[in-house]
């Protein structure tokens, strides 16, 4: 794979990592505004399990890319503790911390691996320019 698929796949984990964050913010807000929205499966507990599984594979690939050519293992620590986060909260965060805390820590485990990737393209794009 290419520097720029690799570039790619970390604006994906990013972009759908804000997505899941996203979701557990405008959600209770948007059920708060508009009641009729709660027929709608917006909290469904399948969007979270979703996302994981699109998640998970993205962003291991693209840290694992970025970590072969850069070699910071800051990046890989942050990807590993966030993708653990939102695993954990997806899978026990309802059952052990409630709504609540799955909340809280779904959006932390997020900015935790969106944080990795831009560490991580960051490195990246500077190594290829020292290699110029």
Same mark, same amino acid.
């Given at each position: 794979?290419?520097?720029?698929? *690799?570039? $790619?796949?970390? #604006? $994906? &984990? %990013?972009? !759908?990592?804000?997505?899941c964050a996203l979701h557990c913010i405008a959600t209770p807000i948007l059920l708060a505004l508009l009641p009729s929205l709660s027929a709608l499966p917006l909290n469904d507990h399948l969007y979270h399990e979703v996302m994981v599984w699109l998640v998970l594979p993205t962003?291991? %690939? &693209? =840290? !694992?890319?970025? /970590? *072969? @050519?850069? @070699?910071? +293992?800051?990046? !890989?620590?942050? &990807?590993?503790?966030?993708? $653990?986060? !939102?695993? +954990?909260?997806? =899978?026990?965060?309802?059952? %052990? =911390?409630?709504?609540?805390?799955?909340?809280?820590?779904?959006?932390?485990?997020?900015? %935790?691996? +969106?944080? +990795?990737?831009? @560490?991580?393209? #960051? $490195? /990246? @794009?500077? *190594?290829? /320019? /020292? #290699? #110029?």
């Amino acid at each position: 794979m290419t520097n720029n698929m *690799q570039s $790619l796949l970390d #604006k $994906l &984990a %990013i972009g !759908l990592s804000s997505l899941c964050a996203l979701h557990c913010i405008a959600t209770p807000i948007l059920l708060a505004l508009l009641p009729s929205l709660s027929a709608l499966p917006l909290n469904d507990h399948l969007y979270h399990e979703v996302m994981v599984w699109l998640v998970l594979p993205t962003s291991t %690939i &693209a =840290v !694992l890319m970025g /970590c *072969q @050519r850069h @070699r910071d +293992a800051k990046v !890989l620590m942050f &990807a590993i503790v966030g993708l $653990l986060t !939102l695993v +954990a909260s997806s =899978v026990y965060g309802h059952d %052990i =911390v409630g709504e609540v805390g799955e909340k809280l820590l779904t959006l932390a485990g997020a900015f %935790i691996v +969106a944080y +990795a990737h831009w @560490r991580n393209v #960051k $490195l /990246c @794009r500077k *190594q290829v /320019c /020292c #290699k #110029k």
